[in-house]
């Protein structure tokens, strides 16, 4: 791992090469290899626990990276599907869309998802994209970043997605309340919020202005999805708070 860190911290820039695309598949391959029992006992290494923040921002700044390079790549292409069917992780988002799908079907009692909310949305917004393909979905894609919005509103135009519209919007702050009272699923992507406690004051906020029996799905870089209904605030922050943790 400390070996994994020093290789991308010495990279001039993460946008997608030879050397960071190595370096993040060796760290993948790190985690999905490891034996079983062992995260556990290696997360709890002094060590690790002192690189651990700083590794998780360069993946942060890696996986926007990422989507940005790509998100260019399909808006200017003269075959935008063709391009999009490259991207090395389209597959994954569509399996973990159909999971995702199933789950909230589950999850809520028959009743129809047919507005959404995705908060933090970025600069490749497949997710969305994918819940706008189904018959009668519409999405807002929300975040703060303009450049990114704008970049996905390309995306979106190039791939002929309909029924997504884009608002800069800091959710944390405040903005885009009236965005979040109004729909049926609030979608909040895994990168919201640098550390749990972060991340915990967005979920709460949500909790706050969502409208009574919405359903909240918070993606998380850490292998887990988290789903809530009809909870009170209290209870809804307090289970986030253990979930993150």
Known sequence: MRAIYDDLAGCGDLCPSPRVDGAFARLVRLVVEAPAGLHARVLRHPAVRELVPRLRALCVEGEHQLEQAWAHRIATSARPRDELRRFPYVENYRMLHALEWDALARLGDGAAVER?????????????FLLAGRAGVRVVDLDRDPHALALSRRVAEALGVADVTFRRSDVGSGAGDDELGDVDLVVLAAFVGSTPAERAVVIG???????????????????????CRGLRRGTLAALVLRGLT
Not at 116 to 123: C, E, I, L, M, R
Not at 209 to 224: K, N, S, Y
Request: glycine content about 14%; hydrophobic content about 55%.
């Open 205 to 227: 906020h949500l909790a706050a202005v969502m409208a009574p029996g919405a359903l909240l799905t918070v993606l998380g870089a850490d292998g887990f999805t988290f789903h």
């Open 116 to 128: 959404v909310a995705f908060v933090g949305s970025g600069p490749l917004p497949l997710t969305s």
